[in-house]
């Protein structure tokens, strides 16, 4: 389809014949920009290339410059394109996934490069899901994060994989079982979850807690700079069982023993026959 008219909408899997030079460079993850060997071996298979994909709003290539590149060393003057719908942090994040999946693979240095600018831009996604996005593994990426979100401000989400969110600190959340938990002592786990959020396992975390007679949340999980959470109220003593008390009362006590005193094995008298002279 022939088309410099931009102000059509069509749905983004049609492709579009567009000039090359209404195209805009990519703002590409590849610090040595194109690779002219790759360029020539393009050119041989030209005709099973998929189309270039291309941000609608700005006319910048998102994924393709080695096919466009390509395509002109052939001496044509337009490619087939396919457009994308959305922010500018979107298209790179879709440029890099692009070039992470086919083509000419990224070095492990334009990851990282990559890794850092995403972080800088969306400090919300989380580890394992720039590390999707960028071909590293979610360690590395943790590795990134500090240098490149150091003068942005913090969050308490991540945006995972799943495109759900989640929650970095969950003090309110344990404070908020806690609570229900010292009101309700029966009500079940299940229904903590249901009201606070919190993952079975973080519920039961909480209540094995609170039994041990601590604090909720644990100490290396407390905000370094907001309010320390209040102390547990008090949990209710777990009855001993009557066998256990029975066993307790039938052990002698040391402290039925008189002071100067002592026991031989087998024999309740105090040893040397005579008791011991006052002094």
Not at 12 to 18: E, S
Not at 96 to 101: E, G, K, L, Q
Not at 245 to 267: D, K, N
């Amino acid at each position: 389809m022939d088309s410099n008219d931009r102000s059509l909408t069509l749905p983004a899997n049609f492709t579009h014949r567009v000039r090359i030079e209404a195209l805009l460079p990519a703002d590409s993850p590849r610090l040595n920009g194109v690779d002219e060997e790759h360029v020539r071996r393009l050119a041989d298979i030209y005709d099973s290339l998929p189309p270039v994909l291309v941000h609608r709003t700005t006319m910048r290539v998102v994924d393709g410059m080695h096919r466009v590149a390509a395509a002109a060393s052939m001496g044509l003057d337009s490619v087939e394109v396919q457009y994308f719908d959305g922010a500018d942090e979107e298209a790179f994040l879709r440029s890099v996934t692009a070039n992470i999946t086919h083509g000419l693979p990224l070095s492990v240095t334009d990851r990282k490069a990559a890794a850092e600018r995403i972080l800088r831009s969306r400090p919300d996604l989380s580890d394992r899901s720039v590390a999707a996005s960028t071909g590293l593994d979610a360690k590395t990426v943790a590795a990134i994060r500090p240098r490149s979100t150091a003068e942005s401000p913090r969050s308490n989400i991540r945006i995972g994989t799943d495109g759900r969110i989640h929650p970095l600190d969950r003090t309110a959340e344990r404070l908020r079982a806690a609570e229900l938990m010292t009101r309700r002592p029966d009500l079940p786990l299940r229904a903590i979850v249901q009201e606070t959020g919190l993952s079975l396992g973080t519920a039961h975390d909480v209540r094995q807690r609170l039994l041990r007679g601590e604090a909720p949340v644990p100490q290396g999980r407390r905000p370094a700079n907001g309010p320390r959470p209040a102390p547990p109220a008090a949990v209710p003593e777990q009855p001993i069982p009557l066998s256990t008390a029975r066993a307790a009362t039938a052990q002698p006590s040391a402290a039925a023993v008189p002071p100067g005193a002592s026991r031989s094995r087998g024999s309740s008298k105090p040893c040397g026959g005579s008791p011991a002279t006052p002094r």
